[in-house]
């Protein structure tokens, strides 16, 4: 059997972007039935990641509006398009920003996650397959976001940027393993691999960062070192194991050269979740020469340029960077799910506010303050 409004436009309420670095307004979208490859989902909660604010702020990217952000989130199948032969209405999702098509030569290499067709996106607007928009008002197309846009109760992704998981799973925990999670936690336990005993740096203690150091928790690192401006963010990173903290603005001198000193010549693993350039040359440059290991994951201005002197590489230091934690949404999502189902992983401590949808708006505000860690919008409240 299926849905009473599969093939049908279904209008419902979404929060849509009119003009940079402007409060959304819940607007009745139509949202078009799933094409070939497609699947429309019921967003069941949503929640905000700094991807999200930067691309509505538009300071260093490029804008695009009327757009609908969005893409930490999870969800419920509605209906399904052409082709899509594993999933069904019903189904519990999470849809990822980066998808696997399980194809290409990225989908087949167990060592990437960058598959050609559905890897992120931030400029496109519209879906793969007829370059158009699904969301659109009076006839107006309104562009999607990172092919996501969950700020909308119903979205239309491509098949392969979503996740299958755990029915039992609570849809209002497991929503933030669908971006910001995920990628701190794989940051640390696919990309930088701290082995156990060792010494990692957190640069970000916002919920990237802080799932990252998570990650190092779990790998047995000893010592966990936290950077951030914000010094209301490390009581909150204290639950999170971290129990040393710097302050960029505590110090004269780079930040680097403080890590190294507290460290006896740099760490052995350091983790970048700010998005800021000069916290992506600094987590590089407090390495450890010989063996250190350094991995971007912040989202940095789209003309940001990475500068170090090359004798910091050649004196066997190791630059890396990864989107989604090198976590295959479709392979890999469903096993950090049950992580957390198991009791491995802790998500509540990530969870600091929750709204109803028609105050979405206060969760950028949280974020803007840096207040808190995620934000949980119930998309039927
Ligand atoms: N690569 C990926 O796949 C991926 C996925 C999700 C998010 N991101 C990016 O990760 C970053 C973190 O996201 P979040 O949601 O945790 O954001 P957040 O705003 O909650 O946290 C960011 C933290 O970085 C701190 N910070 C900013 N500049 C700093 C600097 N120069 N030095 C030290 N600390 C600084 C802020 O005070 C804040 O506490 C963002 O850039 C986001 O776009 C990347
Ligand atoms: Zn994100
Ligand atoms: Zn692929």
């Not at 509505?56 to 009327?66: D, N």
């Not at 696997?100 to 879906?127: A, P, Y």
């Amino acid at each position: 059997m299926s849905s009473s409004t599969a093939g049908l436009v279904i209008p419902c309420k979404a929060a849509v972007a009119w003009e940079a670095g402007k409060p959304l307004v819940i607007e009745i979208v139509e949202v078009a039935p799933p094409q070939a490859m497609e699947v429309r989902i019921k967003v069941k909660y949503t929640s905000l990641c700094h991807t999200d604010l930067y691309f509505w702020e538009a300071k260093g990217q490029t804008p695009l509006f009327p757009r609908i952000f969005g893409h930490e989130a999870s969800g419920i199948v509605e209906s399904v398009g052409e082709g899509v032969r594993d999933l069904k209405e019903g189904d519990h999702v999470l849809p990822v920003f980066t998808g696997e098509c399980g194809e290409c030569g990225h989908c087949k290499s167990e060592e990437s996650n960058m598959c050609d067709l559905l890897r992120i996106n931030t400029d496109r607007g519209v879906m793969l397959s007829d370059g158009k928009s699904r969301f659109s008002i009076n006839g107006t197309p309104i562009s999607h976001f990172l092919g996501t846009s969950t700020f909308s109760e119903y979205t239309v992704v491509h098949a392969g940027c979503l996740a299958k998981i755990n029915p039992l799973a609570p849809l209002d925990k497991v929503c933030i393993l669908s971006c910001g999670i995920s990628t701190g936690l794989g940051a640390t336990l696919n990309v930088a691999k701290p082995k156990k005993g060792s010494t990692v740096a957190v640069f970000g203690l916002g919920a990237v960062g802080l799932a990252a150091a998570e990650g190092a928790r779990i790998a047995g690192a000893s010592r966990i070192i936290g950077i951030d401006l914000n010094p209301s963010r490390f009581e909150e990173a204290r639950k999170f194991g971290i129990n040393e903290f710097v302050n960029p603005k505590d110090h004269d001198r780079p930040v680097q050269e403080v890590i190294a000193e507290i460290t006896h010549g740099g760490v052995d693993r350091s983790i970048e979740c700010t998005g800021n350039i000069n916290a992506m040359i600094s987590a590089f440059e407090c390495v450890h020469d010989g063996w250190g290991v350094a991995v971007l994951v912040g989202v940095p201005n789209k003309d940001a340029v990475f500068m170090t002197k090359p004798i910091n590489v050649l004196n066997e230091r190791t630059l890396k960077g990864t989107f989604f934690g090198n976590y295959k949404p479709r392979t890999d999502l469903p096993s950090v799910v049950d992580m957390y189902m198991s009791k491995k992983l802790q998500l509540e401590k990530f969870i600091t506010h929750q709204l109803p949808f028609s105050e979405i708006n206060k969760a950028f505000e949280y974020m803007l303050k840096g207040e808190g860690l995620r934000c949980i919008i119930n998309m039927e409240e």
